[in-house]
């Protein structure tokens, strides 16, 4: 299982998935755990720093033009990624009180995997309000990491497609 590959397209792929207004998910800071990891990120992002990114880019470029239209709809993105040096350095409690709450309404659960045998899981969410994303969730875990993606706010879909048309 590439669970790393996985939560790494899906993550280079949220800004153009996803967006909202409520499915902000209460991910904490893991303050205790950046001193025990060997690697840590994070990341949070609200709609006056993504506005900011926006302002940056021409429009006179239909690339970026359409970059701007699609960061528009974004309020926040939040990532937490811990690497560790020996198994189970973290609360499996943790993890579970941020994928308890995508059993809530207005979340989708998309994918689903658990590797037993090598103890990794895979959890990525959709929040819908009337066939609307209005948020992404994704989570990952292994003995040795863990990565939380929570992405808030409105993509219009058709935008999404145009951005995948354009070449880089």
């Not at 899906?10 to 998935?17: C, G, N, V």
């Not at 990952?140 to 990491?145: E, G």
Request: proline share 5%; aromatic share 6%.
């Amino acid at each position: 299982m590439h669970a790393a590959r996985l939560v790494t397209c899906l993550a280079l792929t949220l800004p153009l998935l996803a967006s909202a207004q409520t499915p902000e998910l209460k991910i904490p800071s893991f303050e205790e755990l950046q001193h025990k990891a060997v690697d840590s990120v994070n990341v949070t992002i609200d709609s006056a720093v993504l506005g900011l990114a926006g302002h940056f880019m021409p429009d006179s470029d239909p690339d970026s033009a359409q970059l701007k239209k699609t960061l528009a709809g974004l309020k926040s993105v939040q990532v937490r990624s811990f690497r560790f040096d020996s198994d189970f350095a973290y609360s499996k409690s943790d993890i579970d009180s941020v994928r308890n709450q995508l059993a809530g309404p207005g979340w989708s659960r998309l994918v689903q995997t658990r590797d037993h045998n090598k103890n990794e899981d895979v959890d990525v969410y959709l929040a819908l309000d009337q066939h609307v994303i209005k948020g992404i969730a994704i989570i990952t875990s292994d003995p040795r990491k863990f990565t939380i993606v929570n992405v808030v706010g409105t993509v219009d879909m058709d935008q999404v497609a145009q951005l995948q048309g354009t070449s880089p």
